[in-house]
């Protein structure tokens, strides 16, 4: 049971554009959602966080949206640049415990 | 962020030996840490959650008796990997959270690849 998904196993993008990264869960028990960047052979970076009480959370060019009703979440990225060309991770938690991970989305964001 | 460090980076052992993995919360004290599992182009499965002090909770379909945990500190806990076979090749990673922080954020360690021939 994928408890939390990730539908778009890739995603291109031009420099300068915006990124749009989604995922949708499924269990009404997560009250914490999370975003992970995560290069090859290397362990995931955090990258900006919601809680459920909220709807938005900006930090910098990275801004997470929560659609609670939905079970969606989205990562905008404005502007994309080559450097953020990396696997996302959305990661899903129940009262601060376990983290449940999507699939991952690789993004390509070319100069 | 809270700096969690894996040791080592990458290992090669030879069929049927054991193979210890450590993870280090550096600047924090984890009472819990995490062990994940990824195989290429899949998502991270989680195998098991280590708590300082007492037993570790093994996720369904894990082999507690292969994958030995131990928590012995709250900086500390290792994965040993015992009597590896080929098909324990894989990428696994370590993650503890800072209980200082209000969030559910944790960080990661850098990973191991194990490579068992």
């Known amino acids: 049971d994928q408890q939390v998904k990730q539908n778009s196993p890739s995603l291109s993008v031009q420099e300068g554009r915006i990124s749009i990264l989604n995922c949708d869960y499924t269990?009404?028990?997560?009250?914490?959602f999370l975003w992970y960047k995560k290069y090859p052979a290397e362990g995931p970076t955090f990258l900006i966080s919601?809680?459920?009480?909220?709807d938005k959370n900006e930090d910098g060019r990275f801004t997470v949206f929560l659609n609670k009703s939905a079970k969606h979440l989205s990562l905008h990225i404005v502007p994309s640049q080559p450097g953020d060309s990396a696997v996302y991770f959305c990661?899903?938690?129940?009262?601060?415990?376990?983290?449940?991970f999507g699939e991952g989305t690789q993004l390509t964001v070319n100069p | 962020g809270a700096v969690v460090s894996q040791h080592p980076s990458r290992v090669i052992c030879k069929s049927g030996t054991s193979v210890k993995i450590e993870c280090r919360s550096l600047?924090?004290?984890?009472?819990?840490m995490f062990w994940y599992r990824q195989f290429p182009k899949q998502s991270l499965m989680l195998m098991a959650t280590?708590?300082?002090?007492?037993?570790?909770?093994?996720e369904q379909g894990v082999e507690k008796d292969k994958f030995l945990i131990n928590h012995a500190s709250l900086t500390l806990s290792t994965l040993t990997v015992t009597s590896a076979h080929p098909e324990d090749s894989s990428f696994y990673i370590c993650?503890?959270?800072?209980?200082?922080?209000?969030?559910?954020?944790?960080?990661f360690g850098q990973g191991t690849r194990l490579t068992v021939v």
């Open positions: 990661a899903a938690s129940d009262r601060g415990s376990r983290l449940t």
């Open positions: 280590s708590n300082e002090g007492s037993k570790a909770t093994y």
């Open positions: 269990n009404s028990m997560f009250d914490y």
């Open positions: 919601i809680s459920s009480i909220k």
């Open positions: 993650s503890a959270r800072d209980p200082a922080l209000s969030g559910a954020e944790a960080f």
């Open positions: 600047d924090f004290q984890a009472t819990t």
